[in-house]
Structures are given as structure tokens and as C-alpha cells.
Nanobody, 126 residues
């Protein structure tokens, strides 16, 4: 079992920044890959960004150039630095971990996630 605990959400004005963290209860370097998802009210959950242990990252088009995913293996923590936030970024953000083997990928993107955090609210106001 792997526990994921997000933090760092909050309310900011458009143009501001937030850094989300996701503490992982086991060695993050053992994961198949980690991801950040978000779900806005009335919308489906969408993938924001992923990272694999070797450092390969991917971003949704909406996140490219504004968000940066990273992980600190020593701290077993996943991060999402979000800059130039827009009102459309308002959502609950979830971290997710792919863990059980076999791992599945579509290109560089992990496609199977076994564990999820409880989510952290991000609200961007105009």
C-alpha cells in the first residue's frame, strides 16, 4: 500500500503561482511513474503532467510553459510548480502513483495509476 498526501493548494489571483506537493509513503524512485491530475466542477478529471523515475516529463497543452513537475527522491515527494495561473486552472488537484507491475506506458506517459491522493483545492480568481 502506498499513501499519497497532497498539500500546497489555496486561493490566488490570476497571474499568481502555487507549488503543490505530494508526499509519498514509499520510495518514489520505485514507482512506474507519477502524475498530477485535476478535476474542475462539472468536468471530467484530466491529466496535467507526468514524470517517470528517469526524469522524463510530459505536460498537457494547457500546462506547457506554465507548470513544472519534479520529484525529490530523497524526500519521496512529488511537486507541481504552477506559474501564470489562470481562472481555468481552478480545480481539485490529485497526485497519482503507478506502482504495481507490470507498468504501462503510452510513449513516455504512464497510463496505469494504482494509488491516489485525497486532492488539494486550487482556486484562481480574476
Amino acid at each position: 500500500q502506498v499513501q499519497l498526501v497532497e498539500s500546497g493548494g489555496g486561493s490566488v489571483q490570476a497571474g499568481g503561482s502555487l507549488k503543490l506537493s505530494c508526499a509519498v509513503s514509499r520510495y518514489i524512485s520505485l514507482s512506474c511513474g507519477m502524475g498530477w491530475y485535476r478535476q474542475a466542477p462539472g468536468k471530467e478529471r484530466e491529466l496535467v503532467s507526468t514524470i517517470r523515475s528517469g526524469g522524463t516529463t510530459t505536460y498537457a497543452d494547457s500546462a506547457k510553459g506554465r507548470f513544472t513537475i519534479s520529484q525529490d527522491n530523497a524526500k519521496n515527494t512529488l511537486y507541481l510548480q504552477m506559474n501564470s495561473l489562470q481562472t481555468e486552472d481552478t480545480a481539485v488537484y490529485y497526485c497519482a502513483a503507478g506502482w504495481t507491475r507490470p507498468c504501462y506506458y503510452r510513449g513516455s506517459v504512464p497510463t496505469k495509476y494504482d494509488y491516489w491522493g485525497q486532492g488539494t483545492q486550487v482556486t484562481v480568481s480574476s
